[in-house]
């Protein structure tokens, strides 16, 4: 039996195929204006993957702000509960998630049975999100993937004087202009992404084990400075795509509605 995942996040589309055993494929591609058409796209890449059509699929959920826009949904259930169904599943000992998307923050604290205990988001300011590091990613005019690995060649992080985008961008144009390097810059902006969501962080009273779900999580910069934040170590998603969490989260939810 194959179900899938579909996770209609602001900036990228992830599917999810599973067979009950294992993720048999996977697909993330920038999400379209309209929802539909991205679900559709990268429902057809994972099924191409697989080597499946759509007919084989007996069941989908959709997650994501986005999970009323899958066309092809049997049901939806919200990201946080599919988050914290994908990392409970990939780590059992997990008990706080971090997730960062691309226009929000989530921090879920859950208990030994994989429920949501409590939850805290954050306010609709980009900043503490994926939509930050991409602005300041622009602003350097380099690729968001290349911010991290260029922050760890910093040794002098400038300081943001505002969390806001609007104004730390400002500040980013000044650094430039003066003549401060990228590196510097990029490791500033880790710096400030970090405090951002460790505020965020407290708010929970985190448990351990800690885990970082979300295209966030790829950033290893800021993953370390949150972790010099809070004195933790934060779990790394090794085995499966972070940024895939949710997807895999809402394909789980599929297998058990299916009779799975």
């Not at 604290?109 to 503490?128: H, I, M, P, W, Y």
């Amino acid at each position: 039996m194959i179900v899938a995942g579909c996770d209609i996040g602001s900036l990228t589309t992830k599917v999810v195929l599973f067979d009950g055993k294992k993720i048999i494929a996977s697909s993330i591609i920038k999400s379209k204006p309209k929802p539909e058409d991205g679900a559709y796209e990268a429902l057809q890449q994972a099924c191409a993957i697989a080597t499946v059509n759509q007919d084989n699929i007996v069941y989908c959920v959709g997650t994501g702000y986005g999970r009323k826009r899958v066309p092809f949904a049997n049901n939806t259930i919200s990201e946080i509960s599919c988050h914290t169904k994908g990392a409970f599943y990939l780590y059992p000992n997990v008990r706080t998630i971090i997730d960062i998307g691309g226009q929000d923050c989530k921090v879920i604290s859950l208990n030994t049975q994989g429920e949501v205990d409590r939850f805290v988001t954050n306010d609709k300011c980009a900043a503490g999100t994926g939509r930050f590091l991409e602005v300041m990613a622009k602003v350097l005019k380099i690729e968001l993937q290349e911010l991290s690995n260029m922050a760890k060649k910093g040794n002098e992080a400038i300081t943001l004087a505002s969390a806001c985008t609007v104004w730390a961008q400002a500040d980013v144009i000044k650094y430039l202009n003066e003549g401060i390097s990228k590196e510097n810059i990029a490791l500033g902006v880790c710096k400030s992404m970090a405090k951002r969501v460790g505020v965020l962080v407290n708010q929970a009273s985190i448990k351990r084990d800690v885990c970082i779900t979300g295209g966030v999580a790829k950033n290893t910069a800021v993953v370390k400075e949150l972790e010099n934040l809070l004195g933790v170590t934060i779990v790394k998603i090794t085995n499966v795509d972070p940024q895939l969490t949710g997807a895999l989260g809402a394909a789980l939810f599929a297998y058990q509605k299916a009779g799975g």
